[in-house]
C-alpha cells in the first residue's frame, strides 16, 4: 500500500529528472510518477521498485519517449507584452516610452485582451510554464480577462493590475484611490480561487507611483495576505530618478518603511542593489526575479548573483517578456550560465532555479517545484533532442492542460 491516504488514479512511466536543491538533482532513467485522484504526487521512484506497490487498477502511461520534469515556474512576466519583443535599440527608461505604454494602452480595449490573454498562457503552456507571476496592465477589465483566461486553461499564476499614477502617458495613469478600490476588487474575486490563482499588488516601479500609492500598495499587500512585485533596480538611471522623485537613501529602506518587505514580495531584477540593501531584503524574507534574457536585451547590467546567494535571498528566474525575447525556459536557463561565472552558476542550478527555487521565491516549494510527495502534480514532457524548449504535453494537479499540435 502506498502512503498517500487518497486512491491513486494514474501514474507515468518515462525518465524522470527533478531538483532538491541547486546542485542537487534527482534522475531516474527508468521512473514512475503515480498521482492520486486529488491531482497530488503520491510517489516518485524508480519504476522497477513502485510498479509493484501500485494498486492494480492504476491506469500507467508510457511517456519512455520523453523526460518528465517539473513544470517551469516564471517568476517574472508581462501578458501584454506578448506583442512587443525584440524592439531593439533602446534602455529601459526609452523602451518603454517608445515601445511598451504604446501597447498597454490598447488594453483599455477588453477585445485586445481578450485576444492576447490565451495566445500568452498558450505560450507559457507550450514552453513548459505551468505557474507565472504575471504582470497585467493598468486597466481593471483587462485584468479581470487575464485572470478569467487563466482560470480557464488551468495553469497557476500570480496576477495584479498594474498600479501607476504619476509619469506615464495619461492615458495609463489612474488616482491612488481608484486603483486601490479596483486592486481591493479583483484580490475579493481572485485571490486563492480553486487553489491556483493568486493575487499579486502590482505597482509598476518607483518612478510611475507616488509615495502614497505604494503606501496603500503595501499596506493592501499585507492586509490582504497577498502578494506584492515591482520592479527594483534595474538601471542605474532607474534608481537615480527614483531617489531623485521620493528623496531617499535606497531603495530597500524605502519599500520596508511602505511595509513592502514580506515573504511574499517580489521584486525583478535587482542589479543595482548594496550590500545593505541586500541585508533588508533579506532579513524581511523578500524574494528576486532573475531576469537574464531581459538584461541582456535591454543592457540593463549582470545581476549580482553570488552576492544575492551571500544574502540568502530566494531567487527564480523569469521571462520578462517583452523585454525578454523567449518564454524557453532551457533558454534562459542557458542565458544565466553565459552570464555567470562558472563558479556560481551551472546547468544543475539553472534548471533548479526555473523549478524548485522558483517555487521557493513564489513560497510556494511546499505545493510544487519538485515531484516530493504530497505536491501537486505539475509536471511537462520534454523531447531532450528539442533544443527550442517546447513541451509535448503540460498537465497541472495531475490534468493534462496542453498537449502540442
Ligand atoms: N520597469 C518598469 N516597467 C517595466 C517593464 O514593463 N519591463 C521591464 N523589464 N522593466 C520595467
Ligand atoms: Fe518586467
Redesign the pocket.
Known amino acids: 500500500m502506498m502512503p498517500s491516504s487518497h486512491p491513486i488514479r494514474e501514474a507515468f512511466r518515462a525518465p524522470l529528472r527533478y531538483a532538491l536543491g541547486p546542485s542537487q538533482i534527482v534522475e531516474h532513467s527508468d521512473g514512475l510518477l503515480a498521482v492520486d485522484e486529488t491531482g497530488r504526487i503520491a510517489a516518485c521512484d524508480d519504476y522497477e521498485t513502485l510498479f509493484p506497490r501500485l494498486p492494480k487498477d492504476c491506469v500507467i502511461h508510457d511517456f519512455r519517449n520523453f523526460w518528465i520534469i517539473p513544470g517551469f515556474v516564471d517568476c517574472h512576466t ?1 501578458l501584454p ?1 506578448l506583442d512587443c519583443r525584440n524592439k531593439n535599440g533602446l534602455t ?1 527608461l526609452d523602451w ?1 516610452a517608445k515601445y ?1 505604454y504604446p501597447a498597454e494602452t490598447q488594453f483599455a480595449d477588453p477585445h485586445v485582451a481578450r485576444n492576447i490573454a490565451p495566445r500568452f498562457y498558450d505560450e507559457l503552456l507550450s514552453h513548459g510554464i505551468t505557474t507565472a507571476a504575471i ?1 497585467s496592465t493598468v486597466h481593471f477589465e483587462a485584468t479581470d480577462i487575464a485572470f478569467q483566461v487563466a482560470k480557464e486553461k488551468g495553469l497557476r499564476a500570480i496576477i495584479g493590475q498594474v498600479l501607476m499614477d504619476q509619469n506615464a502617458p495619461q492615458s495609463l495613469l489612474k488616482s491612488h484611490l481608484q486603483l486601490m478600490n479596483e486592486t481591493e476588487k479583483l484580490i475579493a474575486k481572485w485571490h486563492g480561487l480553486e487553489k491556483r490563482l493568486f493575487y499579486a499588488v502590482t505597482p ?2 518607483a518612478l ?1 507611483c507616488s509615495r502614497a500609492l505604494l503606501d496603500d500598495a503595501g499596506k493592501l499587500a499585507h492586509e490582504a495576505k497577498c502578494y506584492f512585485q515591482t ?1 527594483l533596480a ?1 538601471t542605474q538611471q ?1 534608481v537615480t530618478q527614483a531617489k531623485e522623485i521620493h528623496s531617499f537613501k535606497n531603495y530597500a529602506d524605502f519599500y520596508e518603511a511602505r511595509h513592502a518587505l514580506t515573504s511574499r514580495s517580489l521584486f ?2 535587482g542589479i543595482y542593489l548594496e550590500d545593505s540593501e541586500l541585508k533588508i531584503l533579506s532579513d524581511h524574507h523578500a524574494a528576486i526575479a532573475h ?1 537574464p534574457t ?1 538584461n541582456v536585451f ?1 543592457k540593463s547590467g549582470t545581476m549580482p548573483l553570488a552576492k544575492i546567494e551571500q544574502h540568502g535571498i530566494r531567487c527564480g528566474l523569469g521571462s ?1 517578456i517583452g ?1 525578454g525575447p523567449t518564454f524557453s525556459m532551457r533558454q534562459i536557463a542557458d542565458c544565466a550560465c553565459e552570464v555567470h561565472p562558472q563558479t556560481i552558476m551551472d546547468q544543475s542550478k539553472a534548471f533548479y532555479m526555473a523549478t524548485l527555487g522558483g517555487a521557493e521565491a513564489l513560497s510556494m516549494s511546499n505545493q510544487i517545484g519538485n515531484f516530493a510527495e504530497g505536491k501537486w502534480a505539475d509536471f511537462c514532457l520534454f523531447d531532450n533532442s528539442d533544443s527550442a524548449g517546447k513541451a509535448k504535453k503540460v498537465f497541472v494537479s495531475g490534468q493534462c492542460i496542453f498537449k502540442a499540435s
Open positions: 508581462h507584452q529601459l518603454l511598451i504582470y509598476r516601479f510611475t520592479h534595474e532607474e525583478a531584477h531576469c531581459s535591454l520578462d523585454a
